[in-house]
């Protein structure tokens, strides 16, 4: 399936879940908010959530500074 995950369009087996694709992309232990279409999706689902083809996920981190 086709995502578009922060803005880049990227390819999936159909079928993962959320949790899949930060995995795949290495980004688990980075991730602290995803939203999907606009909606955030509670990191509890996240194990569970499959996206569809085409859907725009957004996967934020919280950066420190000062």
């Known amino acids: 399936m086709r995502l578009i995950i922060n803005g880049e369009t990227l390819?999936?087996?159909e079928?993962?879940?959320l949790?899949?694709?930060m995995e795949s992309l290495k980004i688990t232990?980075?991730?602290m908010a995803c939203a999907?279409?606009?909606e955030i999706v509670?990191?509890?689902a996240w194990?569970?959530?499959?996206p569809q083809d085409g859907d725009k996920i957004e996967m934020l981190?919280?950066?420190g500074g000062g």
């Open 19 to 21: 949790l899949n694709i």
């Open 15 to 17: 079928a993962s879940t």
């Open 47 to 50: 194990e569970s959530y499959t």
């Open 29 to 31: 232990d980075k991730v």
């Open 42 to 44: 509670k990191k509890e």
């Open 11 to 13: 390819q999936f087996p």
């Open 36 to 38: 999907v279409n606009m």
């Open 61 to 63: 981190h919280f950066v």
